[in-house]
Structure formats: C-alpha cells, structure tokens
C-alpha cells in the first residue's frame, strides 16, 4: 500500500483551569474553539479543541484541563515546543498583541531563514508563532485577531531527545520523513512536499533535566493519515519496526492508534475524518458540551462534576 504521512494532525497537551485555557487560546491567540467534550478516559474533566474554522487537521491544538493538577516540567523526550504558522510580517502585531494581553513575548530570532516570536502560555506550556509567507491555509475569519495577521495552522513541533539516532531512524525509515537542514544540535525534517504542518524539528539537549507530564507539558503528538486503511497499514509498518502499537481506538472525531518512539515521545496516527461537524453543524461547533454515545447515560453526573464555563463570545452561553 502506498502510504503517506500528511503532516501534523493535532497536539495534545495539558492545561490546568479550563476557563484559562478558553480565555487565552481562542481569546488571546483567536483560534476557534471548535469541541467542548471531556476527556474520554477520564470524564470528569474537559477536553477542549481548538483549530481554524472547522478544526481541520493540521490546525488543531486540544487540551485535557485537570484543574489543581501539578505542574509539569518541559524536558527531554517530549514535544518542547509547539509551533503556529502565521503570515509574513505578523511578529510585530503579535508581539504588541501578546504583551498588551499580559502574555511576556522573546525577542524575535532567525531560524533556518524564517523569523520566529517564542513566549509561553498561561500554564507554562512553551509556543512559537513562525512567518511563513507560503500557507495556503486560510485561518478562522471570525475570529478577534485581523485575517491578515491571524493563526493557519501548526508550523511544526520540536522534539526534546537525550539522543538522535533512533528518532532519526523512525523518523525517515519508518514515518517517510527527510532530512531538511540542521545547525547545532537542531535536526530539521519534513514529511511529503513540506512547508507550514509538516516539519518537526530535533533538538538534543542530553544535558536538560528530564521532563515530567503535569499541566503545561505536551502529552503526544498525532500526524494525519487520510483514511482507516492506511492507518491499518501504519500499525503494521510500525509493528514491523519493532515497536508496541496499540489497537484503533475510536475517538469520535478521529481513530487512532499510539506507540512510543524509542527516545520515549508518545505519537499517535489519526485519520483526517469524520472531523468535528461529526456531531454538531459547523456554525454550532463548540457551542455546547458534546459527549460521545456511550457517556450520555451519564450526562447530569457529569455535568455536576465539571465546572461551568464560559464560552467564547461568539457562542454567547454557558455549557449545557
Ligand atoms: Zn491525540
């Protein structure tokens, strides 16, 4: 079977307060909120989606939000940075936009000839916006940052590792991606033609503590394959590699499978459909709490557990 990996299809990591984590990712970088759900292994926390107007692949950030959970610490094997894709000549907007949002920005620098802004979010958690005047994505357009300046998608990931040559391998052996450039200790790869959501950087950084999950971390990455038979073909090419895959787990909106790459990330493969407006219609998306077939038995008790919130202003509503 011809397979190919189509990029990066979402990140998922760990927020505390859920209402910080709304206020901030759809307020502050204006991403749409595109699914209030909770988290399906433990229902009694949100997951919240964030993409661009129907959180396509490739532009989704999700979080699982255990409000009072510890914090985290970034380090080695873990995703360290969270890249967004925006338009050539935005850093100066985004850089005042973020600071007068309380959000402390770095000074810009040059990576592999594109300018890239670094700061935080509000639970730690380490992202960079990068200039990319080829994406042919559009962004959400009714969001509170001006299109011109606004979010495509994810630009890549970077990968904290002690070492290098077994992600490589999997990397380009396994997963079809190629090498692009390297300085210091960054290894760049990309996956198909490249560009915006398909590059993943290496960092080795032998010498970092070792990271801990907690709020503010990457929890896995997921690339996107375009249906469940290539991900049938991955799980085995994979299996084929010599590493644990697990069986396709349903996750409503994508199936999935995960395995650990030997330096330890957590990487999944998600198939690109159903997509969000799998239960609710585009212009509704995020509006309510969604819950898959097998939790609405329980929709009240969960209800009762989970803290109320408020919905960016565009939905104008508290959930239910
Ligand atoms: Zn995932």
């Known amino acids: 079977m011809n397979m190919e990996i189509l990029g990066i299809h979402h990140v998922t990591a760990i927020a505390g307060d859920p209402q910080t984590n709304i206020d901030f990712y759809a307020g502050v970088l204006g991403l749409r909120l595109v699914k209030v759900t909770v988290n399906y292994d433990d229902p009694r926390s949100y997951r919240l989606y964030y993409g661009d107007e129907r959180g396509h692949p490739g532009s989704i950030m999700t979080f699982f939000a255990w409000p009072g959970a510890a914090s985290g610490r970034i380090g ?16 100066e907007y985004w850089a005042q936009r973020l600071d007068s949002l309380g959000t402390m920005v770095r000074e810009p620098i040059d990576r592999f000839g594109g300018r890239v802004l670094g700061f935080a979010d509000p639970d730690g958690l380490e ?14 357009q009714d969001g509170p940052v001006p299109v011109r300046h606004a979010i495509r998608g994810f630009y890549g990931v970077t990968l904290a590792e002690e070492g290098y040559q077994y992600i490589a391998k999997v990397l380009t052996e396994t997963l079809g991606f190629a090498p692009v450039q390297d300085q210091d200790a960054r290894f760049r790869y990309r996956v198909g033609p490249g560009g915006p959501g398909a590059i993943v950087d290496v960092l080795c950084v032998p010498d970092s503590p070792p990271g801990r999950m907690g709020t503010g971390v990457v929890h896995h990455i997921a690339r996107r394959t375009p249906d469940d038979s290539q991900q049938i073909g991955w799980q085995e090419r994979i299996a084929g590699a010599g590493l644990n895959v697990t069986p396709v787990r349903n996750r409503m909106y994508f199936h999935s499978i995960y395995f650990r790459e030997p330096g330890g990330v957590l990487f999944e493969i998600a198939t690109d459909p159903p997509g969000f407006t ?12 969604r819950l898959p077939p097998w939790l609405e038995p329980v929709r009240t008790e969960l209800l009762q557990a989970l803290p109320p919130l408020d919905l960016p202003t565009i939905h104008q509503g508290v959930v239910p």
Do not use: K
């Open 76 to 91: 080695p094997p873990q995703v360290s940075v969270t890249a967004f894709s925006v338009p050539g000549g935005s850093l």
């Open 127 to 140: 992202l960079e916006l990068i200039e990319a005047s080829e994406d042919p994505r559009l962004p959400w």
């Open 278 to 289: 799998t239960d609710e219609p585009a212009e509704r998306l995020g509006s309510q709490l």
